[in-house]
């Protein structure tokens, strides 16, 4: 029973947090940057300052779908951030171009990341299945629970190393926006504080998906309440 309750505690902060980072970003889209630079702007100029140019930006359909694809080399903003001047648009597509720069720099976090992907996408599609099943079989099987266990802790694995990547996208966004004055002193605060909620929302998720995975461990080993 403590378990659900724990569950219960990470659904509804999660839920919390996602409404807050709605607000937020609903709030910081309503206030123009100072100098009016589009989120595709943004995006050029910090691929510009830090000597990129051989990745493109591009727009793409849908509320907050924003992305870098280091497979095509875009970074893919959706049409609220790609056209709009505001504050809110400036922090997303400085944040998705520090991906960019990631990728140029090889960053350590992005490479285990971006290696892991394949094996995540396998795991997505079957994992569900097979704790389905290892619980099901799991006094004539119990080896299949165990499969699923393993599938379901490499998505976990991912969430975790995620959670550096978003941070240094995020900081290394922050500090472009305020060294190249494309913030002013009164929306620099704004564009902090919405990429901050943005990485609570990757936090809460990182600590979901462990959780479960101590969940599935304890019915393995016998140990649920």
């Given amino acids: 029973m403590n378990i659900w309750i ?61 992305h870098y694809n280091p497979a095509t080399k875009t970074i893919n903003l959706s049409n609220g951030v790609y056209n709009s001047n505001s504050v809110a648009a400036a922090a997303v597509a400085a944040h998705e171009t520090g991906h960019a720069v990631q990728h140029a720099t090889a960053y350590s976090w992005l490479q285990m990341r971006s290696s892991l992907v394949p094996v995540v996408s396998f795991a997505s599609r079957w994992v569900q299945w097979v704790l389905l099943a290892g619980i099901l079989l799991i006094g004539i099987f119990p080896k299949l629970l165990l499969v699923g266990i393993c599938l379901f802790a490499v998505t976990t694995l991912f969430s975790i190393i995620t959670l550096p990547v978003e941070v240094n996208a995020s900081k290394r966004a922050l500090v472009w926006l305020n060294t190249h004055n494309v913030t002013s002193p009164n929306t620099h605060g704004y564009a902090e504080d919405a990429l901050r909620w943005a990485a609570y929302t990757y936090f809460i998720a990182a600590l979901t998906s462990l959780a479960t995975l101590v969940y599935y461990i304890m019915i393995y080993l016998g140990r649920r309440d």
């Fill in 6 to 66: 724990i569950f219960g505690v990470f659904a509804l902060v999660s839920y919390l947090i996602s409404n807050r980072l709605e607000s937020k970003f609903k709030k910081y889209s309503k206030i123009p940057m100072n100098y009016g630079m589009t989120g595709r702007e943004v995006a050029e100029k910090m691929l510009r300052d830090n000597d990129i140019y051989d990745v493109k930006v591009v727009s793409t359909p849908g509320t907050l779908t924003d």
